[in-house]
């Protein structure tokens, strides 16, 4: 004759271990993030799931017309990939693009350049890409910003890997007339840039990423952009 209370015991505990596998599982769920990536040029940035992305290229040309449309130099190096990045939804494009939010915003882009740009490559060039948009800063001397206090440097650094060299920026820009000011083609409050810039040699290829919060950021959206900053992962391109 059976044992009643062993199957008993044995029948909890397999029922226990159902329960707890599904709460692991339940736990576990859809991961918070994933990777936005340009696997041809091994560019791959690990984007939080409650982000927006837009990823239609014709969206960034036209947000690109409201000041003229593109430039002949930018027709001339063929279409760009791109995505703008938000932390927030229920925005158009343009209003990410050229507004300064109450969160984190920002754009992955990866695009040609053209014979002589490629010949001057140089942290210059690299602060004025990361800096675009920011009309008076990315055409003003970097050193007299600093030394006027407009831009105060958090950390600034030149890398170089699987066959990338570029600059990793993180500022603070104070707008010039304060708080909700018009600074080149952004509206908004004193701001941190974080970015980055990298060139291809091989593929004459430059890949840039921006981030913008204002200083008012709250810590957790602070954590988020800081989050995707750090994640950039360069791999050799067409690998």
Request: some cysteine.
């Amino acid at each position: 004759m059976a044992d009643t209370g062993r199957v008993r015991r044995r029948s909890c505990s397999v029922l226990s271990l159902v329960v707890a596998l599904a709460v692991v599982v339940a736990a576990c769920g859809e991961p918070d993030s994933h990777y936005l990536s340009r696997k041809s040029d091994g560019v791959f940035v690990k984007i939080p799931r409650s982000w927006t992305v837009y990823d239609e290229v014709e969206s960034y040309e036209a947000a690109l017309s409201t000041r003229g449309g593109l430039t002949q130099r930018e027709l001339q190096r063929g279409p760009y990939w791109v995505r703008v990045l938000s932390a927030g939804g229920g925005l158009g494009v343009n209003d990410v693009m050229q507004t300064v939010l109450d969160f984190p915003t920002g754009m992955v882009e990866v695009r040609p350049m053209l014979p002589d740009e490629a010949e001057i490559v140089s942290p210059f060039l690299f602060r004025k890409e990361l800096l675009a948009g920011f009309a008076e800063y990315a055409t003003a001397d970097f050193a007299t910003l600093v030394q006027d206090r407009q831009l105060t440097v958090i950390d600034e650094r030149e890398v170089e890997a699987n066959g990338y060299r570029g600059l990793e920026l993180f500022v603070s820009l104070q707008m010039p007339g304060g708080p909700n000011e018009t600074l080149g083609s952004f509206t908004g409050p004193n701001v941190f840039v974080m970015g980055k810039a990298y060139f291809n040699i091989d593929t004459r290829r430059l890949v840039v990423l921006r981030l913008f919060c204002p200083l008012s950021c709250s810590s957790s959206d602070f954590d988020a952009m800081e989050s995707v900053y750090e994640s950039v992962t360069l791999r050799p391109a067409n690998s």
